[in-house]
């Protein structure tokens, strides 16, 4: 499966939230509200997820191997790190 498309939508507002993203797979399914998140530990990706009635939150879409989170999550930072400050889109054809 191909990372075909990264869109990062930054968020202005203070706080651990710094941007949104959409990723495009093999030009042909699209996974919306991804978060980067500013940890302790420097920025990471959070998959889109909803809130259980217990209060925890569950992943809605995710990846199954580690390896392609990793290299999911690379793809996206990479992306994040050269995106300007605006809303942006980063292309990976």
Known sequence: MEITDIRIRRVTTEGKLKAY???TFDDCFVVH?????EGKSGVFIAMPSRKTRNGEYKDIAHPIHPDFRSRLQERI???????????TAADFD
Request: proline share 5%.
């Open 77 to 87: 930072l990479e992306a994040f790190e050269t995106a300007p400050l605006s809303d």
């Open 21 to 23: 993203v959409t990723v």
């Open 33 to 37: 509200n991804v978060k980067i998140i």
